[in-house]
């Protein structure tokens, strides 16, 4: 590492302590839960790309977004995981400089695309539900496209603005990540010199396009939860389900991250490094393993074409 200034030295690798309170006995054990953690997310999200692509009666709107859910969860899981695998696997908690904030940039860009991905979801939801009539041809299958690429492109302005902001800064004394992951708030903590700005700038774009979506998110579930209850008919109790599960994994995506970005800069709200790590653990890696299994594959489309597969196979095999 290079010499910077008297008593510091330049940061030139950084170390993913993971959790703090574990012990080396039970590496391997964390190491074997994480890979199927890990195969499990991947396989379960790419069934649902795999049959979205073969089956053309699935390509509508919703399930455009249900792909971009999956292909998201894919990216983020295999840009999170593999290295904290190999720190329990092998005790490889090195990670390099460059690399750290390339994972950093991904893990946050991953994270804004699904904030941007639950809005359109919203939206889709509130266009089906408040206003059924105009619904095919307000949200059709080339709209949902390009609704979707642009989530894609914008999700990467987010983390592009903290990134311009971390190449300003150096990197001196301790190179201990503590957290899972390279993260906006783990490299900050490691920064050199004044912080305020990074850590206030890096707290607004990460409230911005958290409490932006969520704002609609909420106003659209409103107006959902209005109508039904306006004209509560048989046929519209399913959208209600699934409105209700969708609602359950947004709750999941949104209310964690707010207190984990939130805690640093809330007088009296202080999170210990395992409480923050756990709470960050849960809310990366739960909602896309079950994405595929709670919602996703219970759709009317998707179940009846398992239906009509497992048949066709019971039929071969007789």
């Known amino acids: 590492m290079a010499q910077v200034e008297e008593n510091y030295t330049e940061v030139s ?10 012990q080396l006995e039970h590496f391997h054990t964390v190491a074997w839960f994480l890979f199927i953690l890990y195969v499990t997310t991947v396989v379960g999200n790419l069934v649902l790309v795999v049959m979205f692509a073969l089956e053309h009666s699935l390509q509508k709107p919703m399930y455009i977004i249900m792909v971009s859910l999956a292909l998201s969860d894919i990216g983020f899981t295999t840009v999170a995981l593999p290295k904290l695998i190999a720190r329990y696997w092998w005790n490889d908690a090195s990670i390099g400089f460059y690399t750290c904030h390339f994972q950093r940039h991904m893990i946050h860009y991953f994270g804004s695309l699904n904030s941007l991905i639950m809005l359109t979801m919203a939206m889709d939801r509130y266009l089906a539900v408040c206003f059924p009539l105009r ?5 059709t299958a080339p709209t949902m496209t390009i609704l979707t690429v642009f989530s894609w492109l914008v999700a990467h302005v987010f983390p592009g603005v903290t990134s311009i902001n971390f190449t300003q800064i150096s990197f001196c004394g301790s190179n201990e990540i503590i957290q899972a992951f390279c993260d906006t708030l783990s490299l900050t903590a490691l920064a050199c010199g004044d912080k305020r700005y990074l850590s206030g700038a ?6 911005f396009i958290l409490l932006v979506p969520l704002g609609f998110v909420i106003f659209s579930y409103f107006c959902i939860i209005i109508s039904l209850f306006v004209a509560f008919i048989l046929g519209r109790r399913k959208t209600l389900s699934t ?18 970005y939130s805690a640093p800069h809330i007088p009296n709200m202080r999170m210990t490094s395992d409480s923050r790590i756990a709470t960050t653990f849960f809310y990366s890696f739960f909602p896309p393993l079950i994405n595929p299994f709670v919602y996703c594959l219970r759709t009317k489309e998707i179940k009846k074409r398992r239906f009509f597969t497992h048949n066709f196979l019971k039929g071969e095999a007789q």
């Open 13 to 22: 690798a950084f170390l993913i302590v993971g959790f703090p309170g574990l």
């Open 135 to 139: 619904y095919p041809m307000l949200m």
């Open 202 to 207: 890096s707290y607004a774009t990460a409230m």
């Open 243 to 260: 409105c209700a599960t969708q609602g359950c994994i947004i709750s999941i995506y949104y209310i964690p991250r707010f207190f984990v």
